[in-house]
Every structure is written in structure tokens, then in C-alpha cells.
């Protein structure tokens, strides 16, 4: 009996090292995920589109995903919401759904980016992928009464670039993008190094408005197929 307490007591920490191993195997991919639930989003198509997005975000094909940690963080409460894996979100999509519901609420943009930061600087993934589905009209908060004008330039300290770079980013993708904002976010994105990347075939970029966005998400490629 003593000699098989010795032989438990040799084994237990390999058996915490192998599970400790497995867990953050499955933490190596990362999906950040910010969704527009502020007033800029009043749009009536924005419910379906929504839902495509979710839906294609739960699918996400391919065995990297597998166990990918998928954070789900809104404009118009720029924290975390929710955090699992796609079969997680699978069992959880009537309760995300109503998180998702849009508001009349301020939409800071600004800060579910630097989220998606944090996220990913705690993570350290060895591999990223940063997927919005947002107007790109950020309106931060306190934002009653605020005017706005069209096309808005983003937000200054943004550090989308080093973003992808630090966090070994490989897929960045904007879907429902405003039309008038289109053109600064893509000038912005290129000096940040980003469409450099997308036509050396490092990143699967683009910058879509909601026509495009519905077309696309309506055949599931939340992502391109990798080349």
C-alpha cells in the first residue's frame, strides 16, 4: 500500500503538467471579436447581419479553431462580455444574441480596440485574429448631444499596426464599415503598415460595408480560406 502512495505521488505532477500543457495548447489561437451595439449601428439591416456574424464566428472552419478562445467584447460597453470557445458559443448564442442587442448608447470604438489590446497582450497567442463588425463612427463617451461629422477621421494612439505586429495578428477584418468611412480607415491602415501586409500574403484583411458584409458572411467566410 505504501509503495502504491509513492507511485500516485510520482505521477500527480505529470498528470497536472500534461493537463497545464493541453490548456494552453488550446489558448495558442485567439479570436477577438468587437461588435457595433452603439446608436451609429441603427441601421435595418443590422439584426440579420448580426446574426450571420455570430453565426459564422460559432463555425469558424478548420482545426486551429478547434479550441480558439473567442472573445466577445461591444462598442457601447467596451469590456469582455463574453469569453469561450466556438462550442461554447454554440450553447451560449441565445444569450449572446441578447447582449448584441443595439442601443442608443454612446459607441467607443477606441476603447474596445485597446480591450482587444489587453486581451491579447495577457494571451500572448501564437496566433491572432482581430474581426469587427462595426459602423467605425466612434462616438466616446459621455457622447449625449454630441455632433458628428461624416467621414471621421480614427481615433489618434490607436496603434493598429504595432497591434498586428506584437500580436502576431493574422487575420483583421471590418465588416458593416460605414461608407463614408471607408476611405479614411483604409488611408489610416495603410500608414499603419497594414494592406502592406495583406498584399505580401501576411494578413487576411478587408474593410467591408454592409452590402458586401452580407454577401460575405452569407457563405460563412468570416475569413478567407488561408492561401
Not at 467607443?108 to 496566433?127: G, K, V
Not at 491572432?128 to 477621421?153: G, R
Request: hydrophobic fraction near 40%.
Amino acid at each position: 500500500m505504501k509503495g502504491m502512495i509513492c507511485t500516485l505521488a510520482f505521477l500527480l505532477p505529470s498528470l497536472f503538467t500534461i493537463d497545464v500543457a493541453r490548456g494552453a495548447e488550446r489558448e495558442r489561437v485567439v479570436v477577438e471579436a468587437i461588435i457595433d451595439t452603439g446608436a451609429t449601428m441603427m441601421v435595418e439591416e443590422r439584426d440579420e447581419v448580426t446574426k450571420l456574424f455570430l453565426a459564422a464566428l460559432r463555425d469558424l472552419p478548420g482545426r486551429q479553431f478547434a479550441h480558439a478562445r473567442i472573445d466577445l467584447i461591444l462598442t457601447s460597453e467596451p469590456t469582455t462580455v463574453w469569453s469561450g470557445n466556438r462550442k461554447g458559443l454554440r450553447t451560449d448564442i441565445l444569450r449572446v444574441l441578447e447582449k448584441v442587442r443595439p442601443t442608443d448608447k454612446c459607441s467607443d470604438l477606441s476603447r474596445a480596440i485597446r480591450e482587444a489590446e489587453t486581451n491579447l497582450r495577457l494571451a500572448q497567442p501564437d496566433e491572432a485574429y482581430v474581426l469587427v463588425f462595426a459602423s467605425l463612427i466612434d462616438t466616446p463617451f459621455p457622447c449625449a448631444d454630441t455632433e458628428f461629422v461624416l467621414p471621421q477621421e480614427p481615433a489618434s494612439g490607436l496603434e493598429i499596426g504595432n497591434l498586428v505586429s506584437r500580436y502576431n495578428v493574422r487575420g483583421l477584418r471590418f465588416f458593416g464599415v460605414n461608407p463614408h468611412q471607408k476611405r479614411p480607415w483604409l488611408l489610416y491602415l495603410e500608414r499603419e503598415g497594414v494592406t502592406k501586409l495583406e498584399r505580401s500574403g501576411k494578413l487576411d484583411f478587408d474593410l467591408l460595408d454592409f452590402a458586401q458584409s452580407r454577401s460575405v458572411l452569407m457563405k460563412g467566410e468570416l475569413l478567407e480560406r488561408r492561401r
